[in-house]
T-cell receptor
Framework: IAGITQAPTSQILAAGRRMTLRCTQD?????MYWYRQDLGLGLRLIHY???????GKGEVPDGYSVSRANTDDFPLTLASAVPSQTSVYFC????????????FGNGTRLTVT | DAKTTQPPSMDCAEGRAANLPCNHS???????VYWYRQIHSQGPQYIIH???NNETNEMASLIITEDRKSSTLILPHATLRDTAVYYC????????????FGKGITLSVRP
């Protein structure tokens, strides 16, 4: 089934540890995005990538890094996790046309202790 | 990005039409209005989008005012499964433009 796959589904992580959230899409979409969602704050964009090989900063990029080595994969890395990064993380993609909707994964629930 | 304003919540009775309002008074001429929804614990789901004409698909209808400063999402026959947070978003013009989500409106469909 075509779509976006995120892994892991959930994770408990000790503060200071490094963590990579995985995101893979099989729709050959050019653009990919990472959002975090926190209660009362809605969805906030962390990083995005318009096409393989390029990335950009969103609204809340600090403490996160991304890479886009190919079209399908867009991993999000927390180099040294802190409790404020406890959140639900959603990956999304679109084919790049400005009218095209975003397709979202089912999220990764991360708890940093 | 043009900012959108939505009331925090509303409810409607099952089987009735749900009309969800959104204000986007600073929208630019080449910006589209998008609606997404998020059911608890799931990723956001695309519903519909439009530029200036009214749009309809299998999920909903989108009514955009002539001046484009506001819009209404209509779920013609709401069901309990339509209970969700609905986000009205205006997309910045240009290819690969990112979406900025606000806090959305929580729709509660009551039996």
């Amino acid at each position: 089934i075509a779509g976006i796959t995120q892994a892991p589904t959930s994770q408990i992580l000790a503060a200071g540890r490094r963590m990579t959230l995985r995101c893979t899409q099989d729709m050959r979409h050019n653009a990919m995005y990472w959002y975090r969602q926190d209660l009362g704050l809605g969805l906030r964009l962390i990083h995005y990538s318009n096409t393989a090989g390029t990335t950009g900063k969103g609204e809340v990029p600090d403490g996160y890094s991304v890479s886009r080595a190919n079209t399908d994969d867009f991993p999000l890395t927390l180099a040294s996790a802190v409790p404020s990064q406890t959140s639900v993380y959603f990956c999304a993609s679109s084919d790049g046309n400005r009218r095209s909707p975003l397709h979202f994964g089912n999220g990764t629930r991360l708890t940093v202790t | 990005d043009a900012k959108t304003t939505q009331p925090p919540s509303m409810d409607c009775a099952e089987g009735r039409a749900a009309n969800l309002p959104c204000n986007h008074s600073t929208i630019s001429g080449n910006e589209y209005v998008y609606w997404y929804r998020q059911i608890h614990s799931q990723g956001p789901q695309y519903i519909i989008h439009g530029l200036k004409n009214n749009e309809t698909n299998e999920m909903a209808s989108l009514i955009i005012t002539e001046d484009r400063k506001s819009s209404t999402l209509i779920l013609p026959h709401a069901t309990l499964r339509d209970t969700a947070v609905y986000y009205c978003i205006v997309r910045v013009a240009g290819a690969n433009s990112k979406l900025t989500f606000g806090k959305g409106i929580t729709l509660s469909v009551r039996p």
